[in-house]
């Protein structure tokens, strides 16, 4: 049987996560919706699987064809070449519609729609019975092409074949036309964002222009290094567009009366060939992550309501900052004589004015060995959103430091004059509401972030059965190199907790510890009292290794530009019968 298979290869933890009662359930449930014994028997299995939050639709998918393998090899050769499915080809006869039609189709009474290729599908009754609906209703409404991108080893003709059996259409041949049309004349305009890159459709857009989206989170846990197409995006300006054969750094030292005392620049070639390479995994997260709770707990707080996806995790290859400096006379001494304060950074992203995006860090976290000018992500060159070709890394630290697109490095006595570094991510007290110059003035920039967590599955207002057993996962993280030494996870609302389980974390030096750490814990609801109707007010906090931990709620830590929104997350969820 499938599920005895599935048990000796893998899967038994998660099935033994999933309770009697629901595997019964969805055991019935799927059954009904295939035509095939073998075919019942896969999906049955792939239910109870799903029973614990973590299976796509393509991967339930290549289940059910595994179960239709030993029928197939009793099959003659030429049965199977007869078999192949050429998946998303234009069929004749079928309903043709535009892409706008199929966009409305993203739930509810219009159902679920996809396409692929030339096709369209409707995978609603596949979502009803399937419990990792929320990551399957990601491609609702658009292609399955970026998805299938990340799940490769799906794409095979038995999968190919069960998506075929759900087509309900063709895309319309003018309406592709069109559509590769708009695309060619992207660059034709004089808008500064008409050359922005392609972006992954399962991110969750918080503003179009500039650009800026979270990871979404139903699947942030999902991968301890975060794939480069699903990383958040954080821009405040048009992406620049930059050949790689054309791009200079340049670096420039400051001596102690502010006058430039030396110049010199480097091309991608240069960098590469001249410094060591070295690579560091850093978490990366945006100073907003989260101001959407803050936002809701009080109003008045001015930028993007992120919710709690604007955090990544990737392995950073490239130069160490302090390599580069310390070529040019800038180092531990010149920083002790207080010549050499801050380190500038500069990148290509510019306003109408002109005027570049730009940062500093003190010159102590410059020179520390795990500051990059990184060329790669996760073993790739730099995405265009990401910085490329060459962006700072600087591992621990709030994401506005880690400047993309990186131009300029100048070495000088005091922190820089952007507007990034002085008139903003800077932290007021709860009971400020207006800032003047001198209120700006007074406070020191934001650099290392606090402790934080969330918890990224179940999402809110998920349902979950009286007698179930959820799985709850998430992410913690510490700036300044600090790692994570526990996790809480409470199922009443913060009056009791228990402890969370790690899956991932960093193999990385106290004090270097840069890179989140994945968790997850099992709640068993059927221990909590609760009945159908209730509420269940999920709710994680995490400690780090210098025993920091998060503040109960936002009343002390509340402020109007909602930066470093770390109080205790909670996600309520609601119980079924």
Known sequence: MLVQRLLRRGAPRLLRRATRRSMQTMTRTMARTTSNNASKLAFAAAAAVAASGGVTLWAMMADAAEAKESKKKSKSKKSKKKSQVVPGAYVQGLPEYTYE?????????????????????????????????????????????????????????????????????????????????????????????????????ALSVGTKTPFNAETPVEILADHFLTPNELWYVRNHLPVPQIKPEEYVLEVVVNNEQGQVQQTRRFTLRELKEKFEHHTV???????????????????????????????????????????????????????????????????????PTRAAYGSSIPIEKALDQDVLLAFTMNGEELPPDHGFPVRAVVPGVVGARNVKWLTKVVAARDESESFWQRRDYKIFAPYTEKVDAAGWDSLPSLQDL????????????????????????????????????????????????????????????????????LWEADVDVSDLGVTPGD???????????????????????WNIRGLCSNAWHRVPVNVTD
């Not at 096709?119 to 998805?147: C, N, Q, R, W």
């Not at 069109?178 to 034709?188: C, P």
């Not at 913690?476 to 991932?504: E, L």
Request: aromatic share 8%; glycine share 12%; proline share 5%.
């Open 101 to 201: 039609e199929v966009a409305k189709h993203k739930g509810g009474r219009e159902g679920v729609w996809v396409t692929f290729g030339d096709g369209v599908y409707d995978v609603t009754k596949f979502i009803e019975a399937h419990p990792g609906g929320p990551k399957i209703l990601m491609a609702a409404g658009g292609a399955l092409e970026p998805y299938w991108r990340l799940y490769a080893s799906h794409k095979t003709d038995e999968v190919f074949a069960i998506l075929e059996g759900l087509r309900v259409g063709n895309v319309s041949p003018q309406a592709k036309k069109e559509r590769e049309r708009e695309q060619q004349q992207r660059g034709d305009s004089d808008d500064p964002y008409a050359n922005e890159p392609e972006r992954h459709p």
């Open 450 to 517: 606090p402790v934080i967590s969330a918890i990224t599955q179940p999402q809110r207002d998920a349902q979950v059965s009286c007698d179930d057993t959820i799985t709850v996962k998430g992410y913690a993280y510490s700036g300044g190199g600090r790692g994570i030494n526990r996790v809480d996870v409470s199922a009443d609302g913060g009056k009791t907790f228990q402890a969370a389980t790690f899956t991932h974390r960093p193999n990385q030096k106290r004090g270097r510890i840069y890179a989140w750490s």
């Open 535 to 557: 509420k269940i007010e999920l709710v994680v906090r995490a400690v780090d290794d210098q025993q920091n931990t998060q503040p109960h709620d936002f009343k002390t830590i």
């Open 281 to 351: 995994m850093s978490t990366i997260q945006c100073a907003g992550n989260r101001r959407r709770e803050m936002a809701d707990a009080r109003p008045g707080i001015r930028g993007l309501k992120w919710q709690h996806g604007a955090i990544s995790n990737a392995e950073w290859t490239g130069v160490r900052l302090g390599d580069v400096l310390r070529s040019m006379g800038v180092d531990e001494q010149t920083a002790a004589s207080g010549v050499h304060s801050h380190i500038h950074f500069e990148g290509a992203d510019v306003d």
